[in-house]
């Protein structure tokens, strides 16, 4: 069984930094995309950052030039270095994988989510 397990999140106040971690474990086979999603009190959750085997990468506009996502293959862990932290980041987020386990199929994981309070 593959489990996710986020790191990094906590207080910060406005213009601060903060970098997320999180860490595949069990039966991968293979790793694909990984990402960070985040949820706000009363939104949806979107999609913040995601990064493929390849090393490309994408971003929603609003983090894009603040926020940075990158990947330790070795370790099956995902990285997101925040900068310039608003208040308007905070939310929960959430750690994705797209990766193949043992059954041989993709599968997307998740994370339980990490709290990224930013004060002003």
């Known amino acids: 069984q593959v489990q996710l397990v986020e790191s990094g999140g906590g207080l910060v106040q406005a213009g601060g930094s903060l970098r997320l971690s999180c860490a595949a474990s069990g039966r991968i086979i293979s790793t694909r995309s990984m990402g960070w999603y985040r949820q706000a009190p009363g939104k949806q959750r979107e999609l913040v950052a995601v990064i493929t085997s390849g090393g490309s990468t994408n971003y929603v506009d609003s983090v894009k030039g603040r926020f940075t996502i990158s990947r330790d293959n070795a370790k099956n862990t995902v990285y997101l270095q925040m900068n310039s932290l608003k208040p308007e980041d905070t939310a929960v987020y959430y750690c994705?994988?797209?990766?193949?386990?043992?059954?041989?199929?993709?599968?997307?994981?998740w994370g339980r989510g990490t709290q990224v309070t930013v004060s002003s």
């Open positions: 994705n994988a797209d990766l193949v386990d043992s059954d041989y199929r993709s599968h997307d994981y």
